[in-house]
């Protein structure tokens, strides 16, 4: 019984193919214009389908074909000499055209070389294979092309297209080898699975080795030929107490220090908006610190006992009457960065201070109920927002910076558990909030909060975040739909379906000017689907740009203050791109090399990892990562 064919089996085939060719941003496009998230798991016919299905199928078309002509040719006896000419022309066209014995001169030329060349490079192997085994038999031709698999084998691989694996040399060209080879032509190009279950989806992807991209000329004086492993160019700054910091002849001690169970867990980090070495960072256990961290050159921690041999000197930020098991729930310098504002959580009571970033203390609000999860400072730096819950409901509050003065604005009925908001000043004394189906702007005036505008956003989707983009005044959102809204000064909406999952990062690309008619506005987005795009918020047809996949869920964006280069991070690496060239990154930096990343955590069945910390310093120079107890300063250019 013939089975039937219909899209979704077509499409499935379609869509395996370009995932074991490696085709793998070409198939998450794919994925979304097909509209079905992951065609594995959600088509029951998916199991059965084994590995190169689409190839095998084309194969054995293609010798059903054969067989057609051969069957034509027998039942078919010429009438004459022009009729059997034109029968034997017949017989030596296919699908694709004239019947080939061979590959194409240049298809068999590059084989040859590349043959010879893997040949050359094992013959020291094949050398000492023939000393171990002394007197060993004539290979017969199946051998030989034993060997010549067993020789690309060993080859080392061509590096990856954004984390994609790379393709192996094929070994044939049709049915050389019969009809069983015929059918897994793609053979060297495949990772083997245990079972026949489809292949993940590109948001599944694993990690892989760095591609090495073609050389675009000179950056900066650099001639980019590969893509540059950051491993080497990192510090990773000490989170435990004071006591602890103190340099140490002992590699132990130095780890036990980076990964102690007693180590605070990191929630915010921000560099200083101007001043590259400055960093400030916060978290549990009244972690608050403003550290002094210079770009000097590292070294190994097994020999210094230390992380690049010193610990950087730093500010803590918190007052001694915090109790030591406090939470910094929010941090926000001011633009200018002569002041920081921290949220602690001590004991069921809440409180903003500001600090200058020298360490100094400079003023104290007392919230009514904890946590602070967002603080927000106006252009001016004259005023902070702060949004906390309260009796159930969510209270915005707008602080005067040198007074103790302040107006509150209440959301009875939002529940900031299940639905947190984020918040973007559009000007001196007006704001965005924005989450769960809420999108309102807000103006502080004559000693009250009132409102502007309430949006209307999209039913069933959850807003998540909130960005205002002051060149254009335009806002973008996005939510857990996969969507990306961009809103206009008159509250109209535009949406672009960006990811198949839930939205997690979204950045504007910083500019040094407002953008002439004409020009583009970009902005990032980062979802859980394990893309990246960048789009044009200015273009009526919501295409994107270029688009970028990293296999696990992005859980961090962060463009250079330039907007020169874009980093992409995940809970296990950061990939580098240059904008207007992200075919191939620029720079990849991994966790797993580094043992001072390798902290355990109080609860090792735990692989939970809330809060991922990603920010370049003013200059573009150095990038700052952190998750649970670590923090790294990764040195890029």
């Not at 979704?8 to 994925?31: C, D, H, M, P, S």
């Not at 990690?207 to 675009?216: E, H, M, S, W």
């Not at 939002?414 to 989450?435: N, Q, R």
Request: hydrophobic share 35%.
């Amino acid at each position: 019984m013939k089975e039937y064919l219909d899209s979704n089996r077509v499409n499935f085939l379609i869509w395996r193919y370009l995932i074991e060719g490696n085709y793998r941003e070409t198939a998450v496009k794919f994925q979304k214009e097909w509209h079905v998230e992951e065609p594995h798991r959600q088509l029951d016919f998916a199991q059965h389908v084994k590995s190169h299905a689409l190839v095998n199928v084309i194969n054995k078309g293609l010798l059903y074909n054969s067989l057609e002509r051969e069957h034509v040719q027998l039942q078919q006896v010429p009438r004459d000499a022009a009729a059997a000419t034109a029968l034997a022309e017949a017989m030596q066209l296919g699908i694709f055209g004239p019947l080939l014995a061979c590959p194409p001169p240049q298809q068999k030329q590059d084989e040859e070389e590349q043959q010879q060349q893997q040949t050359d490079e094992m013959d020291q192997d094949d050398e000492a294979e023939s000393e171990t085994v002394p007197g060993a038999p004539a290979t017969s031709g199946g051998d030989a092309e034993n060997n010549r698999k067993r020789q690309i084998d060993r080859q080392p691989q061509a590096p990856l297209l954004n984390g994609s694996p790379a393709k192996r040399p094929r070994l044939s060209n049709g049915y050389e080898n019969g009809v069983d080879a015929a059918t897994t032509p793609m053979e060297l190009d495949q990772n083997h699975h245990s079972d026949n279950h489809a292949y993940p989806s590109p948001q599944e992807g694993e990690q892989a080795p760095t591609p090495t991209p073609r050389t675009d000329g000179p950056e900066q004086g650099t001639q980019v030929d590969k893509v540059e492993e950051l491993a080497t160019e990192t510090t990773f700054i000490p989170l435990g107490s004071g006591l602890d910091d103190a340099p140490t002849s002992s590699p132990t001690t130095a780890l036990a220090r980076i990964n102690g169970e007693s180590a605070p867990v990191l929630l915010h980090c921000q560099w200083h908006p101007r001043d590259p070495t400055i960093l400030a960072a916060a978290g549990t256990d009244a972690l608050a610190r403003i550290w002094n961290v210079s770009r000097g050159a590292t070294t190994d921690l097994a020999s210094v006992g230390h992380v690049n041999g010193a610990s950087p000197d730093f500010h803590a930020v918190v007052e001694e009457d915090v109790l030591p098991r406090a939470t910094v729930t929010a941090m926000a310098w001011n633009w200018d960065g002569s002041t920081i504002a921290i949220a602690t959580d001590s004991d069921s009571k809440a409180r903003i201070d500001l600090w200058s970033h020298e360490g100094s203390h400079l003023q104290r609000f007392e919230v009514a109920e904890p946590p602070v999860i967002k603080l927000r400072w106006n252009p001016s730096s004259a005023a902070i927002l702060g949004i906390a819950p309260d009796n159930g409901g969510t209270l915005i509050t707008v602080y005067d910076a040198a007074t103790t003065n302040s107006m509150t604005y209440l959301l009875p009925r939002h529940d900031l558990d299940s639905e947190p908001l984020d918040a973007a000043w559009t000007s001196e004394s007006e704001f965005l909030i924005g989450g769960g189906d809420l999108l309102r702007a807000l103006r502080c005036a004559d000693g009250k909060i009132t409102e502007v505008r309430t949006y209307d956003t999209r039913e069933g989707d959850s807003l998540t975040q909130v960005q205002f983009d002051w060149r254009t005044s335009l806002v973008a959102t996005c939510g857990e739909k996969g969507f990306v809204d961009i809103w206009d000064s008159n509250g109209k909406r535009r949406e672009i379906k960006a990811h198949c999952d839930a939205v997690t990062a979204l950045a504007w690309q910083p500019l040094q000017q407002s953008p002439s008619a004409g020009d583009e506005r970009l902005l990032a987005s980062g979802g859980e689907d394990g893309a990246i795009f960048i789009w044009n918020a200015l273009a009526p047809d919501g295409k994107a740009k270029c688009s970028m996949t990293m296999g696990p869920p992005i859980v961090a964006l962060a463009f250079t203050p330039d907007g020169a280069f874009i980093a992409g991070a995940t809970s296990e690496r950061i990939l580098i791109w240059k904008v207007g060239d992200c075919s191939i990154p620029r720079a990849s930096w991994s966790r797993a090399p580094h043992p001072g990343w390798l902290s355990p955590r109080m609860n090792p069945e735990s692989d939970e990892e809330d809060e991922h910390c990603l920010g370049w310093d003013a200059t573009g120079h150095k990038l700052a990562y952190g998750v649970n107890s670590r923090l790294a300063i990764i040195n890029f250019r």
